[in-house]
């Protein structure tokens, strides 16, 4: 899982595009005036309050794996890892299964046509 060592304006912002919320929906689920946000973006510096530090440490912890990937990008360190649970892991698998029998069908086409000519 992502983890931030210390909230700021910028990781912030991040989130919130990560979470695809407007300023007053990422608000609403903090807690805080839109302004507040407003700010985060303003001022990517800004270090929240601990109370805040702690809001934004839950929201992280809640989001889906593609939620995180989203808020790594936003930051700029694409080789941040993150953790995936067994869902995401079986998914993964089953995505290269059907790929690997794609394949396997696309070689043995190609070859049944070589051997027709």
């Known amino acids: 899982m992502a983890v931030v060592e210390k909230w700021t304006g910028r990781h912030a912002h991040a989130l919130r595009e990560a979470l ?3 300023n007053e929906s990422f608000a609403g689920r903090l807690g ?12 990517p510096e800004m270090v929240p309050s601990p109370h805040l530090q702690g ?3 839950a929201e ?20 941040q890892r993150i953790a ?3 869902a995401s892991i079986g998914q993964l698998n ?5 790929l690997a ?16 000519h």
């Not at 805080?32 to 001022?43: F, L, V």
């Not at 809640?62 to 694409?78: I, K, M, W």
């Not at 089953?94 to 059907?98: G, N, S």
């Open 20 to 22: 695809r919320l407007t």
């Open 32 to 43: 805080i005036a839109p302004r507040t946000i407003t700010k985060w973006k303003e001022r």
């Open 55 to 57: 809001a934004l440490d």
């Open 60 to 79: 992280l912890a809640r989001a889906p794996v593609d939620v995180l990937t989203r808020f790594t990008a936003n930051l700029g360190e694409p080789d």
């Open 84 to 86: 995936l649970d067994q």
């Open 94 to 98: 089953a995505a290269v299964t059907d």
């Open 101 to 116: 029998r794609l394949l396997a069908r696309i070689e043995l086409g190609a070859l049944q046509q070589h051997s027709a």
